[in-house]
């Protein structure tokens, strides 16, 4: 039986790491699934009060086995949980979407600010519209969660970057905290910073960064690759042209060296060849940079 970390939050709001498989509670004792809740991607499962563990997500409990105490006035799914001891008009996700829609309608001028700011050449509000364009191109359905990591992942753009938190970071800080603003779901919080925290390395540790991740490397696989290399190296204009060359070979060496460039299933065999070529020539010309 494989075991599992599960994290949640207990009666008091805390954040709580308990190991246990894929049956068992905490310590081996029985579930007590006598909680419900409505997950964000719109299903719904009974919950243990004991660990916090969803049983239709493992597989030991259908959907059926829930009576729902009322509709979702949004997408008439059924809705299994109380907020303030009233069974609310809308469900998580319809909640969630509404917050977030009235987020991006609230800090849409601050953003477009800073994704304007005068150091920024490649990483503008035109980078975002590539990916969500590309997103459509290839129908590649977004959640809301990935888009709203991908409007916020390159909100903070310090050059140099701060030794002490790096741009994705500070991003999702900001992120999570506009986000709480409006009242959006926590679970939908976490995912939203985490996508953005996984774009720092381009390595998806949750299945929603890997179609983010492949959208911000896209361009690695085609002609744009070419165009936007000197508006990277404008956006570095503070360093010398060894510390550019040297921060450029280590980039390229790094997305040489992985497995995979591209991460989700939407890459292909011919984008992923292509993305190598451009690299490997990119790398060449540095060498020849180096000889002259």
């Known amino acids: 039986m494989p075991s599992y970390f599960h994290e949640f939050r207990d009666a008091d709001g805390n954040e709580v ?49 829930v009576t729902p105490l009322g509709k979702c006035e949004g997408c008439a799914r059924g809705i299994y949980t109380k907020v303030d001891g009233k069974v609310p008009p809308l469900c998580q996700r319809c909640r969630n979407d509404a917050a977030a829609k009235f987020l991006v309608e609230k800090r849409t001028r601050e953003l477009r600010a800073m994704y304007s700011e005068e150091h920024r050449r490649y990483h503008t509000f035109e980078h975002l519209n590539d990916m969500t364009r590309t997103a459509e191109k290839n129908h590649i359905e977004l959640s809301t969660e990935q888009l709203m990591a991908i409007w916020f992942h390159d909100c903070v753009y310090r050059v140099p970057r701060d030794p002490d938190e790096s741009n994705e970071e500070a991003s999702a800080k900001l992120a999570v905290k506009w986000m709480r603003d409006v009242g959006l779901g926590e679970r939908f919080i976490w995912t939203v910073e985490h996508i953005i925290l996984d774009t720092e390395d381009e390595i998806p540790r949750l299945r929603a960064s890997a179609a983010v991740i492949d959208l911000d490397l896209w361009q690695l696989s085609n002609d744009d690759f070419w165009k936007n290399e000197p508006l990277i190296r404008e956006e570095f204009g503070l360093l010398t042209d060894e510390q550019w060359l040297n921060g450029r070979r280590a980039f390229l060496q790094k997305m040489l060296a992985r497995d995979s460039i591209f991460v989700s299933e939407h890459a292909t065999p011919e984008m992923e060849a292509a993305a190598r070529r451009n690299l490997q020539t990119a790398m060449q010309q540095l060498e020849r940079d180096d000889d002259e």
Do not use: I, P, Q
């Open 17 to 65: 790491r308990a190991f246990h498989d894929s049956s068992d509670c905490v310590n081996g004792e029985e579930h007590d699934w006598s909680d419900a809740r409505d997950n964000e991607d719109g299903s719904s499962e009974r919950v243990c009060v004991k660990c916090g563990m969803g049983a239709m997500h493992h597989g030991l409990m259908t959907a059926e086995d």
